[in-house]
Structures are given as structure tokens and as C-alpha cells.
């Protein structure tokens, strides 16, 4: 039988490992542990390489990955064009396929997700101009802790109200139960990481049981290490997604040490591998196997190298046998090894192909004529991955400097031609795309920047307006698309060495943990953003600091947003959402009467406004705006809730119970109307139907602490302390800001008679929110029943102070607690 013919990429690894030198004691050392029976203490399933640029640390993973598979490992190899853990587990499923193991559930999970994510990005019902679109908001959120979570430090720091996230959080839910087709839905797209993760770990598991070990490679991890420290953390250490089996094994390589703040009571497992340039020793060895022995020439390539491997290798690989061509003062080693290629074209080809930041055979066309793209993926400086070539960047940056200096015509010329191809890609690639979802695919998303890129390069000027829109676009787009964005600048300005780009990119290369809120800012405080395109700017700002519960810095973004554009609707909602969430009602309701009169027939708005006029207690004037709204759509599931609440708290409860019965038959996949509902029925008396009610809007979705604190209350009622307990718990995991909901819970401690917590409870409660009167009283009674009379009597005093009617009734009905006091 013929032997089968290997693939293109095993001959090239084959080169490669026959040819490397040095680095002996890391591959003896990586060789040895996977000869490790994984029980064995000494046994290593993390690694990290870490070096300067240009020391081999690339190179030697492609050692390790060769290594890895000659005993029989599945292999993945990821680099900086993974920006989420997401991604990660997509590109490692993607190779584990290719090795014909692949990972079937969770690709399929994968493409449920990217389907869900591209429906939940559609445009939105009940949607106002006022609102910021499902896609911003989603990118926004995910960015949070956890729906219902308040951050309390970073950008997002703030005044912050737990109980209106929350209800963002109800918001957001609201339109994506509308879109999506399930809680399960719902859940994946809002927090894709700990739903994808146990299911691509389970894959992983299946695979690990078949094959010997299985072994991903992290490189250049100095760029996606805070992207992905957390997740791998938690993955390989901490086991918060399940067990890892323990020969599936981790090679990360950057140029950095761990972050100790991530991997702090870890570092015991990491086993380092530093690098070092090469000694003299272990360069002379590489020209010689190179078969360079000319003592002069070996003297040329030493001092222009500097012991960096890369460069070493570049120049070693072209055999030099003169060394007048060596000393050319002219130009630098890579131009030397260029001098050496004796064919032009192929030359020629080298250089330009330099200009991208990674090609295919597409690229290769509009920059180099001749068939040499197979010639050129095979140079020693040449990485390839997933069917793409990357110039190692010691290598790609001195290349770009000589053809930036030797003719900024070519230069010029070349980086335009190759933005147009970007561009015209990009356009047919769209004509498939809605445009809700363009920032999502991946290839639309490489078209798009690579044309941005080239054109900065091409005219830094002209261009960089255009690139600082495009960052504000990716603002909207979640974190991913925010930081590719800004390291297509910060790429741009290292390349061209342009003094406009350099000032951005110095800012740019430091994000911090909020990359959209940070680019906001920074978009705002440079000059450079066309004064049109500021008011969006503050706005999209302002979106997020207002998911982020940072209501005042909403309200001041919002305000110099109308200062530059009086009459945005936009603009005036988003300041009334905050302005209500700081009880400024009055000035939210002013906001929403003027975006009114610029748009009256705006149903979001006014759905808005009934929601507020509902808070102020004015019911009939809230009724009759959400019978406006009801009436431009009658079957819209979303009007006809809110109008069943307004009912339900204006306590028409048979107009309530008939509304949001209509709201649950127009919409089954949502929650809180069937909760709203459930209330309704309690008020009437149907406490069984009520408790059904609850029951079927937790199954649909169960993070919702209102209706699990009202089903806790019947509980409660009910004598069933223990499934009260069990409800109130969830729902102060879910919301622990949330005042009335810790009290709640306080309550259920205090019937029992668990004084101690109860009076714990009620502490936080009070601690959350110094006016709570109702968790005031019952701290005292608490306390009275403990014996602490005086701290009771403080309580009364104070609870009485703020409102002495609801402290008269909860008291009336002790009346030695009434006498004391």
C-alpha cells in the first residue's frame, strides 16, 4: 500500500523540527513531562514561556506542538487573534476538528449561540428612538458581573441603584424573551462563558479519555492574557466549570510575568521556561548547522542579529557567503537576507506581502505577481495558521521601515490598494449581512479593520477621523469588537511611526477592564472627533454608565449630548430613565414631555412616561399614555403588561387580571407579567392560582428576585418557611443591593424566630437604604425581642421620624411595643 502523502503544513513542521537549534533544555524538559504519568507530583499541566520579542518564544511552541503531537497529542495553537474565551473555544474546536476529533456539542451549542446572538441583535419591539439598540445594551451588560450585579469599583463605579439594574436587567430580559425562543436562550446569548464553557469542557473530557494528552498553545498571551486569564484560571486551577482531566496540558508565551492578581496562590503550578537571547555559543552553533563557517561572515550576522533567534535564523537560512554583502551599511539584516534571494520577484513578494498584518492567497494577489505565495509561507519567519500567514513581528517591523523609507510613494500606493481590496470584500460580504450583526462575524469584522488599517497607513491624516468613528461604532459591539478596534490603531501607529496615531495609541494601548467606557472617555477628551458625531459619543457613554448604575455621570453625559443636539429624543429619554433612578421625578418627567412634543406618536415613549407617571402615584394620566401606546399596536405583549402593572398597583385588580392575562396569551416566553399576574391573584383571594402563576414565571425564567421574594411571601403566609427561606436566598444572590429584598428575607427569620439573622437582615437593609422605615420598625421589634430595648426604641424613634403613619399601624398592633414608644 503507498504510504499517504502528508498535508503541506506536517512537511513544514517536519522542516522546522529537523532544523531547529538550541532551546534543548525547554524541549528535553516538555518532552520529559509528557513521558509523565499525569498522577505523578512531578507531572506539569501548565507552562509558561516568557522572553523579550524576537527571542524564539514562537518558535519554540511550534517546537513543543510538534513534540506534543509526535506522541500522539490533539493539538491547538491560538495567538492574538483570540479576544474571548469564546473565540478561544472556537478556534481550539475548529482544530480539534481538523485533526478529526472534533468537538460536536459544543460546536453545535456554538452555533445555537452565534444564531441567537444574530436574532437578539435584530432590531427590537417596543423600541423607542430614547432607547440604546438590544445590540449596544447586550454588549453593555454582558460586560457586568452578572445581570442583577452591581459593580462597585473600576469605570463603572458609582451612585449606584441595585434595585433599577435590576430592572434593567428585567428590561433587557423582557425584549430578548420577545425575540428568542427560550430561557436557555436567553441565558446563552446574555452569558454565553459559563453556558458554552461546561459544554466545551465535557467535549474536551471525551477527547482527553481517547488520546494520550491533549495540549494548547497561548501565544503572544502578553496581548490576550486579560481577555483570557480569568476564564483559563477558573478552567485549570479553580474547577469552577467541572473537572479537567489532567493530561489536557496549557502552553502559554508572552513577553510578560503572569498577572499575580489573577493567578496569585497558583504560581506553585506554573512551571516558567524563560528565554533568553542566544549565548554566543548557541548562535554559532545555528550558523553552522547552517553551514556558515566563514569566520567573517559569522562575526557580520552576530553583531547585526544581536543573539535574537528570529534573526538569526532569517539570516542563516540565506547562507551568506560574502561578507562585503554583509557589512552594506544600507539597510538592515532582513534587507540583507532579501539581497540574498537571488530571484526578484520572489524578493519583491517577500517585501510587499510584509505590509499586511496577516494574508491569504487573496492578499498575496493584490500585492505580488508570480506563484511564489507556497515559497513564501514556508520561510522560517513565516507563521502559519488556520489557512493565514503572519510575518514574526521583529521581522515584519524592520521590512515595513525600509519600504516606508526607500519610497513612501510605494508605500502609500500599496497600503491603499490593499484597504480597497479590504473594502470591496467587505461590501459583498454585507450584501449577506443585516446590519445588526455585521460587528459579530468574524470575517466582516477582519474586512473592516484591515481596510481601517491600511488606510491609516496610508494617509495617517486623512485617515484617522474615519478610524475614531469606527471606534465609537465598536463601542456599541462589546468588548471584543472594542479592543480589536484599538489595537488596529495602536498597530497603525507602531508601523508608521506617525505622530497623530501615536498620540491616540498611547492611550489606547492602556484599556483597563472596561475597554468601551474607557474609549468613550477617551474619544471625548482627545480632540480629533468630528463635533457631529459627539452627542453619540456622550450618549453611548451614557448608556453605559447608566447599565452600570451610575445614574449622575448618565445624567451629565445625556445633558452635554442636548447641548450639542437640543432636540435628541435619544437624549431626553436616557436622562429621564436616570433621572427617575435618582428620584429626580419631576425632571424626568419634564425630559419626557419635551421628547414627547418632539415625537408624540413614539410608543417607547410613551410606555416610558406611564412607567414614571406610574411611580409618581398618578395613575389615570399613566393609564392614559399606556392607552395610547396600547392603541398604536394592540397586540404589542410588552404595552398591554405595563398597562396590567399600572392596574395592578393602582389596585383595579379585575382590570389588572384581564390585561396582563392578555399580555401572557400575546407572549408565554416572558416572565414578570405571569409574576404580576400571580400578585394580582393573591389580592383576590386565589392564592393557589397565584402560587401557579409564580411557579410557571420562575420556570420560565428563574432569576428574578420580585417574584421570588412575592413567592417567598406565600410561603411564608402559608406556614412553608423553609421553601420561603429557600426562595429569599436566590433572590438576594441575585440582587444583594436590593433592600426590600434582604428585609424581606429578614421577615421570614423574624416569624421563625431566628432573631439573630433576622436582625442581621434588617441591619443591611437599613444599611442599603438609611429611610427604610418598614425594615426600621421591624429591626426594633427585633431587637425589643432580644432584650435590647434601647437600641428598639432608637429604631421606633427614627422610623417614626420618616414616616410616622406606616410606624403608628405596624405598631398598633403590639400594644406594649405602642406604649413604650
Same mark, same amino acid.
Not at 429621564?576 to 425632571?587: C, D, E, V
Given at each position: 500500500m503507498a504510504e499517504q502523502q502528508v498535508s503541506r503544513q506536517e512537511l513544514i513542521r517536519r522542516r522546522r523540527r529537523g532544523g531547529f537549534v538550541g532551546r534543548r533544555a525547554e524541549l528535553a524538559a516538555f518532552g520529559a513531562n509528557l513521558d509523565r504519568d499525569p498522577a505523578d507530583e512531578a507531572y506539569q499541566f501548565l507552562f509558561h514561556v516568557r522572553g523579550n520579542a524576537g527571542v524564539g518564544k514562537t518558535s519554540l511552541l511550534w517546537q513543543l506542538e510538534a513534540v506534543a503531537r509526535e506522541r500522539g497529542s490533539v493539538t491547538a495553537y491560538l495567538d492574538d487573534d483570540v479576544h474571548s474565551a469564546v473565540e478561544a473555544m472556537a478556534a481550539i474546536s475548529a482544530q480539534c476538528e481538523r485533526q478529526g476529533r472534533p468537538l460536536k456539542r459544543f460546536d453545535r451549542l456554538l452555533a445555537t449561540y452565534r444564531q441567537r446572538r444574530h436574532e437578539a441583535e435584530s432590531a427590537p419591539l417596543g423600541q *423607542?428612538?430614547?432607547?440604546?439598540?438590544?445590540?449596544?445594551?447586550?454588549?453593555?451588560q454582558v460586560g457586568l458581573a452578572g445581570l442583577g450585579a452591581v459593580p462597585v469599583v473600576g469605570a463603572l463605579a458609582g451612585v449606584v441603584d441595585p434595585q433599577q439594574v435590576a430592572l434593567g436587567a428585567d428590561r433587557l430580559r423582557g425584549l430578548l424573551n420577545a425575540r428568542l425562543r427560550s430561557h436557555d436562550d436567553v441565558q446563552l446569548v446574555l452569558t454565553p462563558v459559563p453556558v458554552l464553557t461546561p459544554v466545551f469542557l465535557a467535549d474536551l473530557t471525551e477527547l482527553a479519555r481517547q488520546r494520550p494528552r491533549v495540549a494548547l498553545f497561548f501565544d503572544t498571551y502578553e496581548r490576550t492574557g486579560s481577555v483570557l486569564d480569568g476564564w483559563?484560571?477558573?478552567?485549570? %486551577?479553580?474547577?469552577?466549570?467541572?473537572?479537567?482531566? +489532567?493530561?489536557?496540558?496549557? %502552553?502559554?508565551?508572552?513577553?510578560?510575568?503572569?498577572?499575580?492578581?489573577?493567578?496569585?496562590?497558583?504560581?506553585?503550578?506554573?512551571?516558567?521556561?524563560?528565554?533568553?537571547?542566544?549565548?554566543?555559543?548557541?548562535?554559532?552553533?545555528?550558523?553552522?548547522?547552517?553551514?556558515?563557517?566563514?569566520?567573517?561572515?559569522? !562575526?557580520?550576522?552576530?553583531?547585526?542579529? !544581536?543573539?535574537?533567534?528570529?534573526?538569526?535564523?532569517?539570516?542563516?537560512? $540565506?547562507?551568506?557567503?560574502?561578507?562585503?554583502?554583509?557589512?552594506?551599511?544600507?539597510?538592515t539584516a532582513v534587507e540583507r537576507f532579501l539581497r540574498w534571494e537571488g530571484d526578484p520577484q520572489r524578493r519583491a513578494a517577500a517585501l510587499a506581502c510584509a505590509l499586511p498584518l496577516q494574508l491569504d492567497q487573496d492578499v498575496y494577489r493584490v500585492l505580488a505577481g508570480g506563484d511564489h505565495y507556497a515559497w513564501l509561507r514556508g520561510l522560517p519567519f513565516v507563521n502559519e495558521q488556520a489557512g493565514r500567514v503572519r510575518y514574526h513581528d521583529v521581522v515584519r517591523t524592520a521590512m515595513l521601515r525600509l519600504q516606508r523609507t526607500s519610497s513612501p510613494l510605494d508605500w502609500r500606493a500599496q497600503h491603499a490598494a490593499l484597504a480597497e481590496a479590504f473594502a470591496r470584500w467587505r461590501t459583498v460580504l454585507e450584501e449577506h449581512l443585516p446590519a445588526d450583526g455585521r460587528w459579530e462575524d468574524g470575517t466582516w469584522l477582519e474586512y473592516r479593520l484591515g481596510e481601517t488599517y491600511h488606510r491609516l497607513c496610508a494617509n495617517p491624516h486623512q485617515a484617522l477621523p474615519g478610524a475614531l468613528l469606527e +471606534?465609537?461604532?465598536?463601542? $456599541?459591539?462589546?468588548?471584543? =469588537?472594542?479592543?480589536?478596534? =484599538?489595537?488596529? %490603531?495602536?498597530?497603525?501607529?507602531?508601523?508608521?511611526?506617525?505622530?497623530?496615531?501615536?498620540?491616540?495609541?498611547?492611550?489606547?494601548?492602556?484599556?483597563?477592564?472596561?475597554?468601551?467606557?474607557?474609549?468613550?472617555?477617551?474619544?471625548?477628551?482627545?480632540? !480629533?472627533?468630528?463635533?457631529?458625531?459627539?452627542?453619540?459619543?456622550?450618549?453611548?457613554?451614557?448608556?453605559?454608565?447608566?447599565?452600570?448604575?451610575?445614574?449622575?455621570?448618565?445624567?451629565?453625559?445625556?445633558?452635554?449630548?442636548? =447641548?450639542?443636539? &437640543?432636540?435628541?429624543? #435619544?437624549?431626553?429619554?436616557?436622562?429621564? #430613565?436616570?433621572?427617575?433612578?435618582?428620584?429626580?421625578? &419631576? *425632571?424626568?418627567?419634564?425630559?419626557?414631555?419635551?421628547?414627547?412634543?418632539?415625537?408624540?406618536? #413614539?410608543?417607547?415613549?410613551?410606555?416610558?412616561?406611564?412607567?414614571?407617571?406610574?411611580?409618581?402615584?398618578?395613575?389615570?394620566?399613566?393609564?392614559?399614555?399606556?392607552?395610547?401606546?396600547v392603541a398604536l399596536d394592540p397586540s404589542e405583549w410588552l404595552r398591554r403588561a405595563e398597562r396590567g402593572e399600572t392596574y395592578r398597583i393602582a389596585g383595579r385588580l379585575d382590570e389588572a387580571l384581564a390585561e396582563l392575562t392578555r399580555a401572557t396569551e400575546l407572549n408565554g416566553a416572558e416572565g414578570w407579567p405571569l409574576a404580576s399576574r400571580g400578585w394580582v391573584l393573591h389580592h383576590l383571594g386565589r392564592d393557589a392560582e397565584a402560587l401557579v402563576d409564580l411557579d410557571r414565571s420562575l420556570q420560565v425564567n428563574p432569576e428574578q428576585p420580585w417574584a421570588l421574594t412575592r413567592r417567598a411571601e406565600l410561603h411564608r403566609r402559608a406556614g412553608r418557611f423553609d421553601a420561603a427561606l429557600a426562595d429569599l436566598d436566590l433572590a438576594v444572590s441575585f440582587s444583594p443591593g436590593w433592600q426590600w429584598v434582604v428585609a424581606e428575607r429578614g421577615e421570614t427569620h423574624r416569624v421563625m424566630g431566628r432573631h439573630s439573622r433576622a436582625l442581621a437582615d434588617f441591619s443591611r437593609a437599613i444599611e442599603l437604604s438609611p429611610e427604610y422605615a418598614w425594615a426600621l420598625v421591624r429591626r426594633g421589634q427585633t431587637n425589643e425581642l432580644l432584650g435590647q430595648h434601647r437600641e428598639a426604641v432608637a429604631d421606633w424613634t427614627e422610623a417614626r421620624r420618616l414616616d410616622a403613619e406606616l410606624t403608628g399601624r405596624m405598631l398598633t398592633s403590639d400594644q406594649s411595643q405602642l406604649g413604650m414608644f
Open positions: *423607542s428612538d430614547g432607547e440604546p439598540s438590544v445590540a449596544g445594551t447586550l454588549a453593555a483559563l484560571r477558573e478552567l485549570l %486551577v479553580d474547577g469552577g466549570y467541572g473537572e479537567l482531566p +489532567l493530561n489536557v496540558l496549557v %502552553v502559554l508565551a508572552g513577553q510578560r510575568r503572569l498577572d499575580p492578581g489573577v493567578w496569585a496562590g497558583a504560581m506553585d503550578l506554573v512551571a516558567e521556561l524563560p528565554l533568553e537571547v542566544f549565548t554566543e555559543t548557541e548562535a554559532r552553533q545555528l550558523l553552522s548547522a547552517r553551514g556558515i563557517t566563514d569566520e567573517r561572515v559569522t !562575526g557580520t550576522v552576530l553583531r547585526l542579529a !544581536g543573539g535574537l533567534p528570529v534573526l538569526l535564523d532569517t539570516l542563516a537560512q $540565506a547562507r551568506p557567503s560574502d561578507p562585503e554583502a554583509v557589512h552594506d551599511p544600507s539597510g +471606534l465609537l461604532d465598536a463601542c $456599541a459591539s462589546g468588548d471584543s =469588537a472594542c479592543r480589536r478596534a =484599538a489595537q488596529t %490603531v495602536v498597530r497603525a501607529a507602531l508601523d508608521t511611526e506617525a505622530e497623530p496615531l501615536a498620540r491616540w495609541a498611547e492611550q489606547l494601548s492602556g484599556l483597563d477592564d472596561s475597554p468601551e467606557l474607557s474609549l468613550l472617555t477617551l474619544l471625548l477628551d482627545r480632540p !480629533g472627533l468630528p463635533v457631529e458625531h459627539r452627542a453619540v459619543c456622550f450618549l453611548t457613554r451614557a448608556d453605559r454608565y447608566q447599565l452600570g448604575g451610575d445614574h449622575p455621570a448618565a445624567v451629565a453625559d445625556c445633558t452635554a449630548a442636548l =447641548a450639542l443636539d &437640543p432636540e435628541s429624543v #435619544r437624549a431626553l429619554a436616557t436622562r429621564a #430613565r436616570s433621572r427617575q433612578a435618582l428620584k429626580q421625578l &419631576p *425632571s424626568a418627567l419634564a425630559d419626557l414631555d419635551l421628547a414627547l412634543e418632539l415625537n408624540a406618536e #413614539r410608543a417607547g415613549l410613551l410606555v416610558q412616561r406611564g412607567r414614571l407617571l406610574r411611580a409618581m402615584g398618578r395613575f389615570g394620566d399613566a393609564l392614559a399614555d399606556l392607552d395610547r401606546a
